[in-house]
């Protein structure tokens, strides 16, 4: 009688879920480049409206989301019933799995993609399946052979985490018309990184079975907050609503996130300056020996020659007060994730990875 009381099937096989490192034991001056947040925090309007929204938390928030929609409607051009706001992304994706996925079922993503939707997947009972990438980008024609008649959802981050790189919204479309039975769920996560991008809203206003998702917790530096949305046809915005807990976003969410949205001169600040802070990186850590794909996001995948040297990396960073994301969990053990942070963290975190290759090729030389 010891398994009396158990979990759903799938449950027990979800890997708790490793955030990146925010502390490094014995210091206080820890450079935090692990976690892709936004290093100029959010922006001021956003901070004086959750001040102010802490007037009223003896009050319950309201359970339609309608001002914060209409908000996200006017700055994006969408339609705000067609929107869905959650507790984060992740709450989105958890409700997509929970209303579409289910045992019997596969929940499709690719080898590199966002831990959250294995787990969201197992969470529902369904069956996570993952398909090869072609050089670290998503390949479509993977995704299509890969589906089945059991296939309910397709996740594609993109840009994509870790890797940063993005595919064109053509091959999106193609994905989705290729496999009608299931939703594809467009991660937009790092889109507002990107110029001139809609982030897939287009297609998921066009094509019945293409969804969006955005979040508060990246450009617009509110991860704290716990706020992101959805784009979907009427039909799945229905569905999800009737899964979603009334109150699941705060007074103080609500409030935040419609101030953060309607400072769109502040994210074209940010986007500039990560764009700027992105590209020099890149280049230094390439003169360094440290190689990268052009990065769309605001984190650069720092490659290097093998699983070793990357978490000797790692290591010899945290001595010098920098915390970097190891991305094994991603299958790529040979690279570390670097956020894009100010200009300071970015020239210390290339003068520090600089000096470590250096040391490096030194002991290879003396040992040779
Ligand atoms: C950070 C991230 C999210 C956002 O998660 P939130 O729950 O909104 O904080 C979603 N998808 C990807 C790929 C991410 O990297």
Redesign the pocket.
Same mark, same amino acid.
């Given at each position: 009688m010891a398994n009396a009381i158990a979990p759903q099937p799938g449950i027990m096989d979800i890997a708790l879920y490793q955030g990146g490192a925010a502390k490094i034991a014995g210091r206080t001056d820890a450079i935090k480049l692990s976690? +892709?947040e936004n290093p100029f925090g959010p922006s001021e309007k956003a901070r004086d409206a959750v001040i102010r929204a802490a007037h009223s938390l003896h009050r319950y928030p309201n359970t339609d989301h309608a001002s914060l929609r209409q908000a996200i409607g006017e700055v994006h051009g969408l339609d705000p019933d067609r929107i869905i706001c959650?507790? /984060?992304?992740?709450?989105i994706?958890h409700f997509l799995c929970q209303a579409y996925a289910g045992p019997e079922t596969e929940v499709l993503f690719t080898e590199h /993609?966002?831990l959250?939707y294995r787990i969201s997947a197992l969470a529902a009972g369904a069956t996570p399946v993952s398909v090869r990438e072609h050089e670290r980008v998503t390949d479509i024609d993977a995704l299509i052979a890969g589906a089945t008649e059991r296939t309910r959802l397709i996740f594609v981050?993109n840009p +994509? +985490?870790p890797t940063g790189t993005m595919i064109g919204l053509a091959d999106l479309e193609r994905l989705a018309r290729a496999v009608p039975q299931a939703i594809l769920v467009i991660?937009s996560?790092?889109a507002d990184y990107v110029d001139d991008y809609d982030g897939g809203a287009e297609l998921a206003g066009r094509l019945p079975n293409v969804v969006m998702?955005r979040?508060?917790?990246?450009i617009y530096g509110l991860?704290g907050l716990?706020? /992101?949305w959805g784009y979907a046809p009427r039909e799945i915005i229905d569905v999800l609503n009737r899964i979603r807990g009334p109150f699941n976003l705060s007074n103080v969410a609500l409030e935040g996130a419609e101030a953060a949205v309607r400072d769109q001169d502040y994210i074209t600040r940010c986007r500039s300056e990560n764009a700027r802070m992105r590209a020099w990186l890149a280049e230094a850590l390439a003169e360094k020996g440290v190689p990268s794909d052009t990065s769309c996001g605001n984190f650069i995948l720092a490659r290097f020659a093998d699983t070793a040297t990357a978490e000797a990396c790692d290591a010899y960073l945290q001595t010098e007060g920098l915390l970097v994301r190891r991305v094994a969990g991603y299958g790529l053990p040979h690279c570390l994730r670097i956020t894009v942070g100010d200009e300071a963290s970015c020239r210390r975190v290339a003068h520090v990875i600089g000096m470590f290759m250096t040391e490096r090729a030194a002991a290879a030389g003396a040992g040779a």
């Open positions: 976690s +892709n959650g507790v /984060g992304s992740d709450e994706i /993609g966002f959250m981050a +994509n +985490n991660d996560a790092y998702t979040t508060f917790s990246k991860g716990r706020v /992101g």
